[in-house]
């Protein structure tokens, strides 16, 4: 994850409070494209008669010309039209969560993310590092609107359940139940992205806790009902895998040693 600057500069002083709007749209357009990371969270600041934003972003180069979609070209046109330019520059490797995937060629994927990310909610099935969503074919809007409209629900129930106070069952029953709302959408979202990647993508079922290491060991499949426990869990988390159903699942935290 980079931190990156956007400035937004305006030719005249009566523009200003329409710099300002622009600035809320582009914003929008490019966390819909998966180029900006919490858009809602980053701070926008008057410096001079330039409005500027600092934003968190996948990569370094997350803002080349190549990778925006046809909705931040448009709107880029429209505020050059208007006298409005947009500067990117790239301020500094986040120190919290700096890495993303550098796969040549994953293997497969998982749609995963927490209360504490504010990474992409892909990783890559080989190194477990964040994917950033510009890196698949987009579709023909070109942004990931259903993705991040996930990825926003999964954290409000994983920081519900977190905190234990307000809806805790019914956020773990979401993000556990492979019938649940959050898993059914979660699952559309893994079926597109496999079919516009071409490979194998995965949904996390959440698994809080189990009677006995016995019957955890022994568990099933929830939705075709096929053993999937792993021996040796993959990246020392997913215990458990079906590559039919493109499930994965974790070792009942109430009983892991
Ligand atoms: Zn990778
Ligand atoms: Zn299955």
């Known amino acids: 994850m980079y931190v990156h600057r956007i400035e937004f500069r305006c030719s005249a002083e009566q523009l200003l409070g329409r710099t300002a709007e622009f600035a809320d749209e582009l914003l929008g357009a490019l966390q819909q494209n998966g180029l900006v990371c919490e858009a809602e969270c980053s701070p926008v600041y008057l410096e001079g008669g330039s409005y500027v934003a600092i934003v968190l972003a996948p990569e370094q180069m997350s803002f080349a010309p190549e990778l ?109 139940d492979v019938g649940s709302t959050l898993s059914k959408v979660g ?43 792993l021996e040796t869990a993959l990246h020392s988390l997913f215990h458990y895998k079906c590559d039919q159903c493109r499930l994965l699942s974790n070792f009942a935290w109430n009983l892991s040693p």
């Open 68 to 176: 925006h979609s046809e909705r931040v070209t448009k709107i880029l046109g429209e505020g050059a039209a208007l006298g409005i330019t947009v500067t990117f520059t790239a301020v500094a490797e986040d120190s919290s969560c700096a890495q993303t995937c550098a796969c040549h060629s994953p293997s497969g994927y998982v749609l995963f993310t927490n209360f504490l990310s504010v990474a992409p909610p892909v990783r890559c099935l080989d190194c477990f590092l964040p994917v950033p969503l510009y890196r698949f074919p987009v579709r023909p809007a070109g942004d990931f609107h259903d993705v991040i409209c996930w990825q926003s629900d999964y954290r409000s129930c994983d920081r519900l359940q977190m905190n234990c106070t307000v809806l805790e069952k019914a956020t773990t029953r979401q993000m556990s």
């Open 187 to 229: 699952r559309e979202n893994c079926s597109v992205l496999e079919s516009l990647s071409g490979k194998p993508f995965y949904y996390y079922l959440y698994r809080a806790n189990g009677r006995s290491v016995k019957s955890e060991m022994a568990r099933c499949c929830p939705s075709c009902g096929q053993p999937w426990y």
